[in-house]
Structures are given as structure tokens and as C-alpha cells.
């Protein structure tokens, strides 16, 4: 079951600089995306999402992009800071349950 | 911030033993889940409950899994007969529902099954 697919599993990226996190997806009818960052030894945290009939939504650092024609999305940490490092997951909701990726860990190096 | 919250934070068992995992939802969410997560593996969602039933259930949670609240607080996974492959995170999510759809989760806890 490959419906939501997280390429990188692992992101290095230097303080202060851009992360770029990415997200393909198999169903062109998920019409919600959602971006969380999980801790270890804790549970996923939301961060952020979006809707099908947007393409971008901001919140602070963070930024999600959606391409509905590459089925594609993307989340950009802007300046990347230390405490960004965890494990990022982003999602899609399929009839109210939510269908994760397999996470990209992001290291922020200071 | 109201926050879901989840106990024990970590269960041994032996195999074939019966658990039960609680989770404290949000008060004011209807919506209710639980996910797991085996190590190295995706979370991966287990059921939803609505308005005291399951809505939706996937292929996973079988005949020894069942979901009840008992109250008007907590929500709990029972599995029957506990197998060495139930070892995981599980995850308890809600959500306030109506045109709001971000779950929120709460800390896990681990199942180890020995």
C-alpha cells in the first residue's frame, strides 16, 4: 500500500537555511493534506495542512505547497532551526482516517 | 491547550493475555481513532468511533481488537489475545469534527508483547 510516498528518508540541512520536505501521492480525490513532526517516544504533532482548492497555505516558518497535477506536495521550513529536527510525516484523508507516509527525519545542524 | 492524553505509556504482556490501552480525547471532539505504528513501519490507521460506534475499521483490526467508550471521557482498545506481532506504538487521535479535519494525537503507548 504505497498511496502516500516520502522519497527521502533523511534530510540534513544547515541552520537558518530552507528545508524542503516532499510528498507524492497515487489518488487525485484526497482533497486534505496534512504535514506532523513527531519526537521520539511521542506521538505525531500537527503542524500544518491543506486543501485541494488551494495550492499554498502558511503558517510562520512553515509552508505547504500543493501540486494537484504532479500529485504532489510540499513543506518548507523557513529559516530551519535545531529544534525542527525530528521525524516529518505528511498525510492525506481518505473517508476520514488519515494515510500516512513513511517519514523523512530532518537534521538541522546548527 | 487541551491535549489527548494516553495510558500506561508503555505495557508488557505475555502472549495470549488480554490488554486494554485508554486514551482521554479531547472534551469537546466527537471524533475518535486509533493508529499503531509497528518499528520502522508507517502509522498506520486502525479504526474510527462516532456517536458510540465504529465508523470505519481496516483489514488489521480483526475480530480480537474492539474499541468502546465507556464513559464520556475515555476511549479504549481492548485486544483479546494479545500475538507477538501486536508489538507496536498505538496511537489514540481525535477530532472536534463538523468542517474541522486535523486529528490530534496523543503520546502512545508502547505495546511489548513477549
Known amino acids: 500500500d504505497q498511496q502516500v510516498k516520502q522519497n527521502s528518508p533523511s534530510l540534513s540541512v544547515q541552520e537558518g537555511r530552507i528545508s524542503i520536505l516532499n510528498c507524492d501521492y497515487t489518488?487525485?480525490?484526497?482533497?486534505?493534506f496534512l504535514w506532523y513532526k513527531k519526537y521520539p517516544a511521542e506521538g505525531p504533532t500537527f503542524l500544518i495542512s491543506i486543501s485541494s482548492i488551494k495550492d499554498k497555505n502558511e503558517d510562520g516558518r512553515f509552508t505547504v505547497f500543493l501540486n494537484k497535477s504532479a500529485k504532489h506536495l510540499s513543506l518548507h521550513i523557513v529559516p530551519s532551526q535545531p529544534g525542527d529536527s525530528a521525524v516529518y510525516f505528511c498525510?492525506?484523508?481518505?473517508?476520514?482516517?488519515?494515510?500516512f507516509g513513511q517519514g523523512t527525519t530532518l537534521q538541522v545542524k546548527p | 491547550e487541551p491535549e489527548v492524553t494516553q495510558t500506561p505509556s508503555h505495557q508488557v504482556t505475555q502472549m495470549g493475555q488480554e490488554v486494554i490501552l485508554h486514551c482521554v480525547p479531547i472534551?469537546?471532539?466527537?471524533?475518535f481513532y486509533w493508529y499503531r505504528q509497528i518499528l520502522g513501519q508507517k502509522v498506520e490507521f486502525l479504526v474510527s468511533?462516532?456517536?458510540?460506534?465504529?465508523?470505519?475499521k481496516s483489514e488489521i483490526f480483526d475480530d480480537q481488537f474492539s474499541v468502546e467508550r465507556p464513559d464520556g471521557s475515555n476511549f479504549t482498545l481492548k485486544i483479546r489475545s494479545t500475538k507477538l506481532e501486536d508489538s507496536a506504538m498505538y496511537f489514540c487521535a481525535s477530532r472536534v469534527g463538523l468542517a474541522v479535519d486535523t486529528q490530534y494525537f496523543g503520546p502512545g503507548t508502547r505495546l511489548t508483547v513477549l
Open positions: 468511533f462516532y456517536n458510540n460506534e465504529i465508523s470505519e
Open positions: 498525510a492525506v484523508r481518505n473517508t476520514g482516517k488519515l494515510i
Open positions: 489518488n487525485s480525490m484526497f482533497d486534505y
Open positions: 472534551s469537546n471532539h466527537l471524533y
